[in-house]
Nanobody, 124 residues
Framework: QVQLVESGGGLVQAGGSLRLSCAASGRTFSSYSTGWFRQAPGKQREFVAALAWTGGGTYYADFVKGRFTISRDNAKNTVYLQMNSLKPEDTAVYYC?????????????????WGQGTQVTVSS
């Protein structure tokens, strides 16, 4: 089992930045691919970014390209999502997820483990 705990959410003005963290515990995390998803009120959960466990391959949703960066520190068992140039439409609960098969994907059903989420609110 892998436990994921997100942190770093909060309230920020449009144009500002936040860095989300996702700390993993329970097993060797370094072999897992990891992803970030988000869910706004009244909307379905959507893919944000994913990172391969090896080779550093990344995958982003079009609406965050150039603004968000996913990274990980295997020594700290932590995945990060640096969010810059935030917009009000980025307001959502952000979730991190891990896939034990190491597949980089935007499909949420492929991920085995999920955190509890952290709220990000961007004011205009």
């Amino acid at each position: 089992q892998v436990q994921l705990v997100e942190s770093g959410g909060g309230l920020v003005q449009a144009g500002g930045s936040l860095r989300l963290s996702c700390a993993a515990s329970g097993r060797t995390f370094s072999s897992y691919s990891t992803g970030w998803f988000r869910q706004a009120p009244g909307k379905q959960r959507e893919f944000v970014a994913a990172l391969a466990w090896t080779g550093g391959g990344t995958y982003y949703a079009d609406f965050v390209k150039g603004r968000f960066t996913i990274s990980r520190d295997n020594a700290k068992n932590t995945v990060y999502l640096q969010m810059n140039s935030l917009k009000p439409e980025d307001t959502a609960v952000y979730y991190c997820a891990a896939d034990s098969d190491g597949v980089v994907s935007g499909l949420d059903f492929l991920y085995d483990y999920w955190g509890q989420g952290t709220q990000v609110t961007v004011s205009s």
